[in-house]
């Protein structure tokens, strides 16, 4: 099993449409966690974290399942601006203790007019 | 500009060359971290530094690759004798003992 797994898809919505993108891990000591947003040919970045059950901010909202080890990101009246790839990120996802960041592959979502 | 940066931006080198990539963390970061992303994945770590002790590799990091920090600020990353697998983005990131970590631009480099 990968350490950190997501949907690819391609994601393909209208602009105000609600999307949700998955993403499940397999350290279940794994205490935090992110979303990165990565838009074309340009670096990750931070988008939200993730430290208890949940967080919300704006249109965004992020969900921790520990039991079920996934965590989800929601996207709430899209934007063409929200078209970008949505990385889910684990810390230390292999159990070691330096802060190093495991990725999934991304989810590539596209809002389109 | 106070965040991350990287340079060159760009890299096109022939097989068998050797390549030296430098980053420059956000001042007073005392973490930082190499990546690498191919097309159609996410970022994969390669090696970490605290100040400038190298603290862990990855098995991705090959004898050809090599990194350092000599004075716990800027790093450099040389891949000897490249490969054509070894066309990618590589990126690299800083953080201040917390998880989060914030990356640069990235240097693409392309083996021809």
């Known amino acids: 099993r990968k350490e950190v797994e997501q949907d690819p898809g391609p994601f393909n919505v209208p602009e105000g449409a609600t999307v949700a993108f998955n993403c499940t891990y397999s350290?279940?000591?794994?205490?935090?966690f992110f979303w990165y947003r990565q838009d074309c040919r340009k670096e990750p970045k931070l988008l939200m974290s993730?430290?208890?059950s949940g967080n919300e901010d704006g249109r965004f909202t992020a969900q921790l399942n520990r039991a079920s080890q996934y965590i989800s990101l929601l996207i709430r009246d899209s934007k063409l601006s929200d078209s970008a790839t949505y990385l889910c990120v684990v810390p230390n996802a292999g159990g070691t203790s330096y802060g190093k960041l495991t990725f999934g592959q991304g989810t590539i979502l596209t809002v389109h007019p | 500009d106070t965040g991350v940066s990287q340079d060159p931006r760009h890299k096109i080198t022939k097989r068998g060359q050797n390549v030296t990539f430098r980053c420059d963390p956000i001042?007073?970061?005392?973490?930082l971290y190499w990546y690498r992303q191919t097309l159609g994945q996410g970022p994969e770590f390669l090696t970490y530094f605290q100040n400038e002790a190298q603290l862990e590799k990855s098995r991705l990091l090959s004898d050809r690759f090599s990194a350092e920090r000599p004075k716990g600020s800027f790093s450099t990353l040389e891949i000897q004798r490249t490969e054509q697998g070894d066309s990618a983005m590589y990126l690299c990131?800083?953080?201040?003992?917390?998880?989060?970590?914030?990356f640069g631009p990235g240097t693409r480099l392309t083996v021809t």
């Open positions: 001042s007073e970061h005392n973490r």
């Open positions: 990131a800083s953080s201040h003992r917390g998880d989060e970590q914030y």
């Open positions: 350290n279940s000591a794994s205490q935090s």
């Open positions: 993730v430290y208890s």
